[in-house]
């Protein structure tokens, strides 16, 4: 019985095409990152579930993917939890390894593992695949690509400057405008719950306004009440979702809304510093915005935060980027006072709006450049000695591999888009002459098999 051909959902096979254009970003990211001084490394696609499970808080843990246990080890299942229906302990028990949700916990973990290997302030990008249990969607999927740069060991911030002028420099090569860096920070939200009355239900808090983009103002509101806010504390929070204007105006209206809060003061200067040194850099591919919603749902992350979307709303997608400070992620692994701050791009979502924008060079893919006709045999012995010449000078060709009717063979070079084809037929081998067709225009010439290779280097 032949089974049907399909993959699992949220998942993607890629063509020649597509890995062209991935090929081409990740040489555009490589290049940056490079640029910029990270160097990279790469780590297990699969972790301890201990190094996972507890870092992302309970949206986050719910999308770690777990790998079953096998053989013995399943004898450690927790049975007891599942008699009492605790399911949470007894799938824990059924699992000590999980795909990796994201490339920053492990980022932590191998710090705090090499410290004694590595410089710091360590400046390190990753460009690999991350899974999460998440319903597929447009832009959504649940294995695909990230490509992280962090700076580790270091507090200053200027690494959060460096991050938003290289998005600038990405987007310019990409030849993307329009768009949006919206910027928080996390101890401004932290005075906002002190303010409202909430700071026992901070990630509460930051986990729903991380939502506000999907399920709007009225879901935000109604998800907080699941959570037992007051009606007080919602009232209050309010004036801060509805917040307008410019950068200044918002900073003005926060400073004094939370002028005795010291936590609130701290990132509003930390904020308004990092905005200031970033104006004096002429940015054309990006703006730079305060959005006093952005949370970003993740536990970790301690201070500045980022996300990169564009601003035009033609795309069915959010972010296509997004990161933070984070100040505390090393101490699980025993690696203290190591403050990070990194940047993750979405490489799937920002493959799908240049392919939508038409910001893909074309003839990306390294396909044969020649194509030789298989006549016969003998000829065809004959077209591979010249082949392994070509190659030695670097020109990708190929030979049809069996004796086909011309027009099957000439159909395939137009299928690969092969530009220029070698016809080499009894009549041409014995003048010791050879034909090329170009494939675009349809024209031939003739010429001496000597020049084979002089003939061809002009063409390519």
């Known amino acids: 019985m032949s089974l049907k051909p399909s993959i699992s959902k949220g998942t993607k096979d890629y063509l020649p095409d597509d890995l062209g254009k991935r090929d081409y970003l990740k040489k555009i990211l490589r290049e940056t990152f490079e ?10 696609s699969f972790e301890r579930s201990e190094t996972l499970i507890g870092k992302y808080g309970e949206d986050g843990d719910r999308l ?12 450690k299942a927790d049975i007891e939890s ?33 410290r ?44 959060e400057v460096e991050i938003i002028l290289m998005c600038e420099h990405i987007f310019s ?3 993307l405008k329009n768009i949006s860096i919206n910027l928080n920070h996390r101890k401004i939200l932290e005075g906002i719950a002190i303010l409202i009355g909430a700071k026992d239900k901070f990630l509460k808090l930051t986990s729903s306004l991380d939502k506000l983009e999907k399920i709007g103002k009225d879901g935000v509101i109604k998800e907080l009440r699941t959570y037992r806010f007051s009606k007080k504390s919602i009232d209050s929070l309010t004036p801060f979702i509805d917040l307008k204007g410019n950068f200044k105006s918002k ?54 935060i980022l996300e990169v979307l564009p601003t035009k709303n033609e795309f069915d997608f959010g972010s296509i980027a997004g990161g933070g400070r984070y100040d505390n992620l090393t101490d699980f692994f025993g690696l203290k006072e190591t403050s990070g701050f990194g ?21 990306l893919l390294k396909s044969s450049k020649i194509m030789f006709v298989n006549f016969d045999d003998h000829i065809t012995e004959d077209c591979l000695q010249k082949i392994v010449k070509l190659r030695e000078k670097d ?7 069996t004796k086909s009717k011309l027009k099957k063979q000439l159909d395939y070079a137009n299928q690969r888009k092969i530009p220029f084809v070698v016809m080499i037929g009894p009549d041409e081998f014995s003048k010791k002459e050879f034909i090329i067709k170009n494939m675009e225009t349809g024209t031939q010439s003739v010429f001496k098999t000597i020049n084979l290779i002089d003939e061809i280097m002009k063409l390519i």
Request: with cysteine; glycine share 4%; net charge negative.
């Open 82 to 114: 599942f008699n009492e229906e605790d399911m949470g302990r007894f799938s824990n028990s059924l699992s000590e390894k999980a795909l990796r949700y994201d490339l920053t916990v492990p980022l932590a973990r191998f710090v705090s593992q090499h």
């Open 116 to 159: 004694n290997e590595i410089s710091f302030p360590f400046r390190r990008y990753q460009m690999q695949n991350v899974w999460r249990a998440d319903r597929p969607q447009k832009g959504r999927f649940q294995e695909f690509l990230q490509c992280d740069v962090d700076i580790l060991g270091n507090r200053s911030i200027i690494q």
């Open 251 to 304: 900073i003005d209206f926060l400073s004094s809304r939370l002028k005795e809060i010291e936590v609130a003061n701290e990132g509003l200067d930390e904020l308004s510093s990092i905005h200031d040194k970033i104006t004096k850099y002429k940015l054309n591919s990006i703006s730079v915005n305060f959005d006093i919603t952005l949370a970003r749902g993740l536990d970790y992350y301690t201070g500045l």
């Open 173 to 175: 090569r990409l030849n």
């Open 395 to 401: 020109i990708p060709c190929e030979i049809y591999p």
């Open 35 to 44: 640029i910029f001084g990270f160097l990279p490394i790469e780590t297990p």
């Open 343 to 363: 940047i993750s791009f979405g490489f799937d979502r920002i493959c799908l709006i240049l392919e939508k924008l038409e910001l893909f060079p074309k003839d």
């Open 64 to 75: 770690i993917f777990k790998i079953l246990n096998s053989g013995d080890k399943l004898k």
